[in-house]
Structure formats: structure tokens, C-alpha cells
């Protein structure tokens, strides 16, 4: 069976500092990878999705960077935290024409 | 662009009662619809989904109905539970894109 592993599951972390968010996937290949934010109390926003090893796409200009290096590997960075980047991250996954299957989340405070 | 959306941000419902949640969406194309449910802290989860060639579909506990004719979605949950406590979000697609259009949420608080 598929599962979907993200982590770290909270952070806190300094204006200024680096951030690395990494998700995978078992149980399945050439999965579509996506990366949301989620504000409290808010919606779903988009933030990168990927159909491929090094296939990124970005739907908003933003402090954060994602990069897929392995086919079921999908990581989000940022070289500078802003405080603006807290938030919960969620990865999911899907197969083509299927519905999403998320991650546990990353709780992100920067303070 | 098209956007799915919630008529309702917070539905109170008592236990044991049946709650209806809905959600309106603009993209006529649309042919794949998805329920969410997210409890406090975790990432959404499946509950239902249902292609435009059907206009209602069952689960345990769950029905979802589709009105394609005025672009409608709901999710019917029976018996509700005190469990049921959560944001409920739907998601409209393409069946065969890669892509899921999330609506904003509607929360479900079940009071005991």
C-alpha cells in the first residue's frame, strides 16, 4: 500500500534561518507531488506541484523553493525564513486523474 | 480563474442530527468532485468522491450528491458523531488531470 511520510511535524525556527521540509512516498511510482500552505483557519494554497524528477512547477512568487531529486522524494527549502512563512505545510501525492492523499503536516513557526 | 466555494464557514450541528455541508462550483468542465475532512492539526482526508456521470453517490455514513445542472456539490453526513468535528473541504478536477481545485473549508462542530 502507499504511504506518504513528511516531516519534521513542528518547527520553530529564526527569521533569517534556512528551512528544509522533506516528504516521500512508498508504494507507488512516478507519483504527481505537491506542496500546500495553510494558514490557521484558511484554505488550501497551492505552492508548488511536480509531475517528475526535477519538473517543478511554482503557482505563486514566494521565499520558498521546492526540488524533486528522486521520483518520490519532494523537498521544500528556503535560504531565509520570513515570519510571514509560518504556517502548516502539507505534501500529498496522486496518480494521474485520482484525488490528492496528504501528508501529516509540518506545523512551521518562525519567530 | 475557477473557484470552488463553501456557502457556509461554520455549521453547528447536534449529535445525532444529520448535517449537510455544500459547496457551489464555477468550473462547468469539472467532471470529478472530492470530499475532504481535516481535523484539527492533521492533514486532510478522503472521505468521498464522485464523477459527473453520477449524481449521487454513498459511503458509510456519507452521501454525496452532485447537481450538475446548477454546478452544486454536498456532502450528507448521517448520524453525525462527535467525531465528525472538522473542516470539510471540497475539490473539483479533471478526471485525468493532475489537478484538484480545493474550495475554502467549512467548519463542522458537533455538539454533544
Known amino acids: 500500500s502507499q504511504t506518504i511520510h513528511q516531516w519534521p511535524a513542528t518547527l520553530v525556527q529564526p527569521v533569517g534561518s534556512p528551512l528544509s521540509l522533506e516528504c516521500t512516498v512508498e508504494g507507488t511510482s512516478n507519483p504527481n507531488l505537491y506542496w500546500y500552505r495553510q494558514a490557521a483557519g484558511r484554505g488550501l494554497q497551492l505552492l508548488f506541484y511536480?509531475?517528475?524528477?526535477?519538473?517543478i512547477s511554482s503557482e505563486v512568487p514566494q521565499n520558498l523553493s521546492a526540488s524533486r531529486p528522486q521520483d518520490r522524494q519532494f523537498i521544500l527549502s528556503s535560504k531565509k525564513l520570513l515570519l510571514s512563512d509560518s504556517g502548516f505545510y502539507l505534501c500529498?501525492?496522486?496518480?494521474?486523474?485520482?484525488?490528492?492523499?496528504f501528508g501529516s503536516g509540518t506545523r512551521l513557526t518562525v519567530v | 480563474g475557477e473557484s470552488v466555494g463553501l456557502h457556509l464557514p461554520t455549521l453547528s450541528v447536534q449529535e445525532g442530527d444529520n448535517s449537510i455541508i455544500n459547496c457551489a462550483y464555477s468550473?462547468?468542465?469539472?467532471?470529478?468532485f472530492i470530499w475532504y475532512k481535516q481535523e484539527s492539526g492533521k492533514g486532510p482526508q478522503f472521505i468521498i468522491d464522485i464523477r459527473s456521470n453520477m449524481d449521487k453517490r454513498q459511503g458509510q455514513r456519507v452521501t454525496v450528491l452532485l447537481n450538475k445542472t446548477v454546478k452544486h456539490l454536498s456532502l450528507q453526513i448521517a448520524a453525525t458523531q462527535p467525531g465528525d468535528s472538522a473542516v470539510y473541504f471540497c475539490a473539483e478536477g479533471l478526471y485525468g488531470n493532475n489537478r484538484l481545485a480545493f474550495g475554502k473549508g467549512n467548519q463542522v462542530v458537533v455538539i454533544p
Open positions: 468550473n462547468s468542465a469539472s467532471d470529478y
Open positions: 500529498a501525492w496522486s496518480l494521474t486523474g485520482g484525488s490528492y492523499t
Open positions: 511536480s509531475v517528475g524528477i526535477g519538473q
